[in-house]
């Protein structure tokens, strides 16, 4: 009798634990597993070139003196991130890891632009950011020529391939590349600014 009435109670438990295999079989396509559901953090790089309202001077010396007083005196942060971490270097190059993958606005605080942000949609995880040439206003940040932005993302093969996805950053629709591992060795470094840049010291 007592064999009896186990048999009944393991009966629907068993039925149940059916359901539940055939509910969590289902798979994620690897559009979703890659760029939607993706929780890798991102990399941010980088530099500032100037505020839009800066007044720049003639004599090199001073210009550069200029650009390392505005560096010195700015920061950033990732809005709605408690766990980003990153600074901005003297010669204005700037990294910031651990960012949010596919939406995330970095803001920047400058003499004459304060609250700069600049915007980010469509990053899937684990991909490196390159910004150059960001000029900061208010409330705001341009990029000086948009076809230098690059959203790279690791895969294990020779040569960097566009995967067909977009990334819009700053407004500008930029393509998402497969890169090799090889050439990702620099996504947790400051990047070197071209052109006359004061010293690159790090605060």
């Not at 980003?84 to 606005?105: C, E, K, Q, R, Y």
């Not at 995967?163 to 890169?179: D, E, M, N, Q």
């Amino acid at each position: 009798m007592l064999r009896d009435s186990l048999f009944f109670v393991k009966r629907p438990l068993a039925i149940v634990l059916l359901f539940l295999a055939a509910c969590g079989g289902e798979k994620k396509t690897a559009d979703e597993s890659i760029y939607l559901l993706n929780r890798d953090p991102v990399s941010v790089r980088g530099w500032i070139l100037d505020v839009a309202s800066a007044k720049h001077s003639d004599t090199l010396e001073i210009e550069l003196a200029r650009r390392a007083e505005l560096f010195a005196a700015t920061s950033l942060w990732v809005e709605q991130s408690q766990y980003s971490s990153g600074g901005i270097a003297g010669n204005g190059a700037f990294i910031v890891l651990d960012v949010p993958p596919m939406s995330a606005t970095i803001g920047f605080n400058a003499p004459g632009a304060q609250t700069a942000k600049l915007s980010m949609q469509g990053v899937p995880g684990n991909a490196d950011v390159f910004i150059p040439d960001i000029i900061l206003e208010p409330n705001g940040a341009k990029v000086l020529d948009p076809a230098k932005i690059l959203v790279r993302v690791p895969a294990s093969i020779d040569q960097r391939t566009p995967t067909g996805k977009f990334a819009v950053i700053a407004g500008h629709r930029v393509p998402i590349l497969a890169t090799p591992l090889s050439q990702l060795t620099d996504r947790r470094e400051y990047p070197a600014p071209a052109g006359f840049r004061p010293v690159a010291t790090v605060k």
